[in-house]
């Protein structure tokens, strides 16, 4: 298989794993159903979402497994835990397994949230050394989506029950399809999951002609997912039918390896037609002639088969590694602990918003939790997308600042917040929708700001460090928001209006606040690093 064949594929087997991946951010579609099937209070509920997230403290294990074991080993590791964590929980909330205890379904929890890190870990890898002369542009595109993957779980759920199914039948769909999703795709792409070293033909302008091809398919693709989430089209457009458009546009990707492995296969046709002409004149007028005329026309097989291996020190260059640092040492940089509270109180208070987004949904009288969650996914899809193409737009002249971006990014997230105050339906809407690009764009930039900042080579262990902060933020930010909402609830056990989170958003609108302001730190530090222009 030519090198550039390979990449292509192994991009589109990312992207198909990262729209999988995000097992986790289904949670809240389900989570009112599974605490009312599971009899749990809300600090109960918070904790399971918590555990999900626990499972990332282990996530540097994934980082060490991908530099000594084959990733297609990695990736099904990864896929065999979430098949145990999400199976067994689904098993018993089905009644099937009746003897698992709560501290059981936690460690499952923890187990399954786990599963995602060496997937994320596998697909990190191939992206950046797969493309190291377009990394922000590889890892940004496959990503994004993963901000798909609640809309794409809640559309083959919506398509299996078709409105059907009592209480708990919603949890127990998500929890199967968390399961049997990720193993099925994972196994399917498995071959195909593996580090070229080499930016072969990609190098140049075929590699640009292709990832806007692909840019233009993930837009259209994201576009169809908002549109989708939206009540008023969901509606109109059957569950079934809606399910199958996304497949299909899920699908369109295939289309960049298989017009490179047409390439090919002309490629390698028309040198055969060559050697055959060259042998004919070699007989017909001897072989000095027409070797004078080989050496003049090269093979274009040979052409195709050509690979660009970038240097080590070209690439730092290129990608504005600054440099090369283990775990050892980047934890005792101040520019990781500022880099630490700045996804902290962004990027998982955020996701600590959207894993409690269906009880702030029903504490203010919605009943479209679905809608919401698919709204955030679909935006986060759109803001996991936008740095790759700012990116792309801008990278050729200047090399963006990813903590400048960041504190940008953070500021609509403050305004998002204190908006939530407000009991109108539309600024819920707004607020989720700001919420969910802003924090997609922050995750997408936090792999591009780790490898700058502290180098490729050790990336796997220091980003699963660094997302460490996590598992910490949920229990942290979510605990406090349920014992808040269980101080105000009702004999019930329920919390219903306004005064369930109010004070809860404006603790968030601070501390989001907060880490802009250590954004700004942050770039103020990196600054001389961020601020040359490339073609200096």
């Known amino acids: 298989m030519p090198p550039s064949l390979a990449q292509w594929l192994c991009l589109v087997a990312v992207i198909w794993l990262q729209t999988i991946a995000g097992t986790n951010t289904n949670f809240p579609a389900y989570s009112s159903q599974l605490k009312q099937v599971l009899h749990i209070s809300q600090v109960q509920l918070n904790n399971l979402a918590f555990a999900s997230d626990a499972g990332k403290l282990l996530g540097w294990f994934s980082g060490i497994a991908a530099v000594y074991l084959p990733l297609w080993l990695v990736l099904l590791v990864g896929a065999l835990l979430g098949l145990v964590g999400n199976g067994i929980q689904y098993l018993f909330v089905a009644g099937k397994v009746t003897s698992v205890s709560y501290p059981g379904m936690f460690l499952l929890a923890v187990l399954a949230g786990n599963s995602i890190c060496w997937i994320n870990t596998v697909c990190y890898v191939v992206a950046i050394h797969n493309f190291p002369l377009h990394r922000q542009l590889a890892v940004g595109l496959t990503t994004s989506y993963q901000g798909l993957s609640a809309s794409v779980y809640t559309d083959i759920v919506d398509a299996a029950l078709n409105k059907r199914g009592g209480t708990g039948a919603r949890a127990k769909a998500y929890l199967l399809l968390n399961s049997v999703l990720p193993m099925a795709v994972s196994l399917a792409t498995a ?78 046709t028309e040198k055969r037609v060559h050697d055959v002409v060259t042998e004919q004149e070699n007989s017909d007028h001897g072989g000095d002639e027409s070797g004078l005329k080989s050496e003049a026309h090269p093979q274009v097989g040979d052409q195709e088969e050509a690979v660009v291996v970038v240097p080590p020190s070209e690439e730092v260059a290129i990608n504005g590694v600054r440099e090369e640092v283990g775990a050892r040492v980047m934890v005792k940089r101040v520019e990781f602990w500022l880099y630490f509270f700045v996804y902290l109180f962004g990027a998982t208070l955020g996701l600590v918003f959207l894993n409690n987004l269906g009880q702030i949904a029903e504490s203010r009288g919605s009943s479209k939790t679905s809608s919401l969650v698919s709204l955030s996914s679909s935006f986060g899809f759109f803001g996991r997308l936008i740095p790759s193409l700012f990116d792309y737009l801008f990278k050729r002249k200047y090399v963006v600042s990813r903590p400048a971006t960041m504190a940008v990014l953070m500021a609509p997230m403050v305004g998002a917040y204190f908006l939530l105050l407000s009991p109108a339906t539309a600024a819920l809407y707004v607020s989720t929708a700001i919420i969910g690009v802003c924090t997609g764009a922050i995750t997408s930039i936090s792999v591009a700001t780790t490898t700058e900042l502290f180098g490729t080579k050790n990336f796997g262990v220091n980003h699963n460090i660094l997302v460490t902060n996590i598992p910490i933020g949920s229990f942290v930010f979510g605990y406090a928001a349920a014992l808040l909402y269980r101080s105000r609830r009702g004999g019930d056990g329920k919390c219903m209006g306004m005064e369930c989170y109010s004070t809860t958003f404006v603790i968030w609108g601070c501390l989001c606040l907060l880490g802009t302001v250590l954004a700004l730190v942050l770039y103020a530090r990196t600054r001389k690093f961020y601020s040359r222009s490339i073609e200096k």
């Open 191 to 268: 071959a195909f999951v593996r580090v070229v070293n080499a930016d072969g033909p990609g190098a140049g302008k075929n590699a640009h002609s292709r990832f806007i091809i692909l840019f233009i398919i993930t837009i259209a693709t994201g576009i169809y997912a908002v549109v989708s989430s939206m009540g008023s089209v969901s509606g109109a457009l059957s569950a079934v039918y809606n399910a199958m458009g996304m497949g299909i546009f899920l699908l369109i990707p295939i289309i960049i390896p298989l017009a490179e492995c047409v390439k090919h296969v002309l490629a390698r």
